[in-house]
């Protein structure tokens, strides 16, 4: 009798390491699964950034010099008409972009698809008062609002200063 029980005690251990085991395969997996995702968002974010940089490059709004700033919601209001405002400068005579730069475009970008993402910006110095081409590298190097911002830029209206 004992060695019956003794089985059934010895089969119910293997099962339980079986469940473990498959737990275990399962988590990593997913695990996995969403780390694919995640580059895999990236990537498309990526190549919407570079087709918006194409676009705009062939309009003629492109310039890798060119330092952009998000607006305060007032301002925008005040400039763009838009709580959704971007203004574009000419990098200053010191080679570094600044708040007083000369204002060469102003973009309305309430009609893009990441305007909450962008505005939730405001203020960033990660992103604000960087040239496009600095953008244009962060989005490239993995920074998903970097390619966003792009993508915003080609989806905007430009307002000529």
């Known amino acids: 009798m004992s060695r019956k029980g ?50 705009l490059t062939a309009k003629g709004l492109w310039n890798d010099e060119y330092c952009f700033y998000i607006l305060s919601e ?28 000369r204002v060469i475009y102003y973009l309305d970008y309430s009609g893009s698809e990441y305007r909450e993402e962008v505005k939730a910006l405001y203020g960033d110095g990660k992103y604000n008062l960087k040239t496009l081409k600095e953008l244009y590298d962060q989005c490239l190097a993995g920074d998903e609002n970097a390619c966003k911002v792009i993508i915003t830029l080609d989806e905007s209206l430009w307002i000529p200063q």
């Open 6 to 55: 003794q089985g059934s005690l010895e089969y119910l251990f293997m099962v339980a390491a079986a469940l473990i085991i498959i737990f275990a395969v399962v988590s990593y997996i997913s695990g996995s699964g969403s780390q694919a995702t995640q580059q895999g968002d990236i990537a498309l974010l990526q190549s919407q950034a570079e087709l918006a940089k194409s676009k």
């Open 74 to 101: 007032s301002y925008s209001k005040d400039k763009v008409g838009s709580k959704y405002g971007i203004s574009i400068k000419d990098k200053g005579s010191n080679g570094k972009c600044d708040k007083s730069d």
